[in-house]
């Protein structure tokens, strides 16, 4: 027997590492968007603190600046649509993650 590995019955070794395989892939599945909800929240809170124009840390407690309503150009457009994509993919990533768990 020196030098042989035999199994005697494959029916419960077989399943048992295709079963870890599996959950560890899924661990990894789970940390990335994880990850990816951290990264897209805290970016989507930097381009929303940036949006506040010349109102500086004041305008984020909703403190009244009597400001005019303007069109938005150039870089003010660009970081309003990258905010309208950061929240769609916020919530996206949050309902995945909830699947994912549940």
Avoid at 27 to 55: E, H, P
Avoid at 81 to 100: C, H
């Amino acid at each position: 027997m020196s030098g042989h590995l035999t199994f005697r019955s494959t029916e419960g070794i077989i399943p048992l590492l295709l079963n870890q395989q599996y959950f560890e892939q899924e661990a990894r599945v789970d940390n990335i968007i994880y990850i990816a909800l951290i990264i897209t929240s805290i970016a989507l809170i930097a381009s929303v603190i940036m949006q506040s124009k010349g109102a500086g840390l004041g305008g984020l407690t909703g403190s009244d600046q009597g400001g005019i309503f303007t069109a938005r150009r150039g870089v003010e457009k660009v970081l309003f649509w990258v905010t309208i994509g950061m929240s769609v993919l916020f919530f996206l990533l949050a309902i995945i993650a909830t699947l994912l768990r549940g």
